[in-house]
């Protein structure tokens, strides 16, 4: 299986190299068990030579290939975000993808398949910082809200930023050669074969917490009670006791808290708590101690939260970590 990956000028390094690494150990594993290696990839870039990356790190590529490649892989960058459709790399794109089995991209290389025409329809996601952008420069494009990981549509995959690259090459890997070889891998490069503890891009808790502050910034009792709150989750903060420090009736600081911040004052303080046990749990504390330590009524509680949330149990969540630990 040829997998090409394509890297415009700025393309981000881990963009690039992340995926690489992922396939290049998947089929050294392969070979390591007596088999065919099972990919043989390279770095692709119109009129080859070297790319410079945002970091500065010169990646040797190949010209972009006139024959039919099983995988293509877009790295993201701020040279892909801003490529037009007339790019030399672009035009590659819309001509190789019908020839290739499936068509992929790591962060704003999303960009790059949209600018094609090859997400039209289609579910795809991106670095969370660029998916409004995404969905306003390409409306055709269906952004998933939920920020996940990856996203498969057909035979084009899209993933979040960074090192969710490697996410989505392991999963590649899997469904090419199954979850034991993929298992491999992910051992020896030393990741998760499946993040736990749900598919979120990011901490849901310090997504909140940006919001309070940015959106805060005008009401400066509401973005102090954000801070107040972190620190005091054990406290009652029920909508009464929050409106009592804000200094508002319990209805206008509902209404206040959810203007400003997407969000009801219940559904923030849990978001909190969650975070706060995630990391509890992550350090190896007991599933009782961390739904304390949360503010958690019980740990009962934070099982169904957990549950709710993460799709994940508590205990089950530590022991992953611990494991990997």
Known sequence: MRVVVLALPNAQSLDVVGPLEVFDTA???????????????AIVAPGGGFVRSSSGLALGADPLPRGAVDTI????GAGVRHAGGDDPGIAWLRRAAPRARRVTSVCTGAFALAA??????????????YRAALARDFPAVRVDPDD????????????????????LALALVEDD????VALEVARWLVVFLKRPGGQAQFSAGLAAQTAVAAAAAGREPLRELGAWMNDHLSADLSVGALAARACLSERQFTRAWRAETGQTPAAYVETLRVERARALLEDGVAVDTAARESGFASAEVLRRVFHRRLGVAPSAYRERFSRAA
């Open 27 to 41: 089929a050294r594993v392969v070979a390591a068990r007596g088999g065919e290696r099972p990919y043989e990839v």
């Open 116 to 129: 094609a025409g090859l997400l039209d329809g289609r579910s795809a996601t991106t670095h969370w910082a």
């Open 73 to 76: 892989v877009v790295a993201g």
């Open 148 to 167: 996940p990981i990856y996203v498969r549509d057909g035979g084009v995959w899209t993933s979040a930023g960074v090192t969710a690259g490697m996410d």
């Open 177 to 180: 050669l199954g979850s034991e």
